[in-house]
Nanobody, 118 residues
């Protein structure tokens, strides 16, 4: 059974930092592209960061470029999202995802709430 488990999010002040992690089980992790999405209330999920299976390539949405860093440790079946210089607009539910092929089925984590507020 494929499972993605995100770490707890939390409440952070503007300008602060937070690192999310997502650990996978039930898949050959190093074969999967991984991504972080976020979702605002009443909106669709949007991808914020993506990393290829061996970590050789990363992509970011314009809204987080330069502030967020995605990385992975294939020996631990874990992907990370380091979020720096957080802004109130970063407040959302963050989801980890795994995908074997570009058009393949996406497996989702349950999501974790990140709130940026003073």
């Amino acid at each position: 059974q494929v499972q993605l488990v995100e770490s707890e999010g939390g409440v952070v002040q503007p300008g602060g930092s937070l690192r999310l992690s997502c650990t996978a089980s039930g898949i050959s992790f190093s074969l999967y592209s991984m991504a972080w999405y976020r979702q605002y209330p009443g909106s669709q999920r949007e991808m914020v960061a993506h990393i290829t299976p061996l970590g050789e390539k990363t992509d970011y949405s314009d809204s987080v470029k330069g502030r967020f860093t995605i990385s992975r440790d294939n020996s631990k079946d874990t992907v990370y999202l380091q979020m720096n210089d957080l802004e109130p607009d970063d407040t959302a539910v963050y989801f980890c995802s795994a995908r074997l092929t570009p058009r393949g089925v996406i497996t989702w984590g349950r999501g974790t709430q990140v709130t940026v507020s003073s």
